[in-house]
Nanobody, 128 residues
Framework: QVQLIESGGGLVQAGGSLKLSCAAS????????MGWFRQAPGKEREFVAA????????YYADSVKGRFTISRDNAKNTVYLQMNSLKPEDTAVYYC?????????????????????WGQGTQVTVSS
């Protein structure tokens, strides 16, 4: 049984930082690309960041590029999202996702339907 458990969310003032973690179990972590998505109230789920199996390649949404950093520790079966310079528009539930598929193009990492497993989400609220 695959489980993805996010942690690290919370309330922070604009300009602050948070680090999200996602601990995976029930899958061969090193064989899965990992992604972070978010969903704000009344909006569709959107891509935030993704990282390839080895960690050598990363992808970011334009809205977070330069502020967020995705990383992974395959020995700990954990993926992280370091979020700096947070803005009120970053407020959302953040979801961790895993995909065991082989991605042949970078665009594949951006699509939620390409991920097979999802966590329950962690709330991030940024106050102005």
């Amino acid at each position: 049984q695959v489980q993805l458990i996010e942690s690290g969310g919370g309330l922070v003032q604009a300009g602050g930082s948070l680090k999200l973690s996602c601990a995976a179990s029930g899958l061969t972590f090193s064989r899965n690309a990992m992604g972070w998505f978010r969903q704000a109230p009344g909006k569709e789920r959107e891509f935030v960041a993704a990282i390839a199996r080895s960690g050598s390649v990363t992808y970011y949404a334009d809205s977070v590029k330069g502020r967020f950093t995705i990383s992974r520790d395959n020995a700990k079966n954990t993926v992280y999202l370091q979020m700096n310079s947070l803005k009120p528009e970053d407020t959302a539930v953040y979801y961790c996702a895993a995909s065991g598929r082989t991605f042949y193009t970078g665009n594949s990492y951006y699509r939620a339907q390409n991920y097979d497993f999802w966590g329950q989400g962690t709330q991030v609220t940024v106050s102005s």
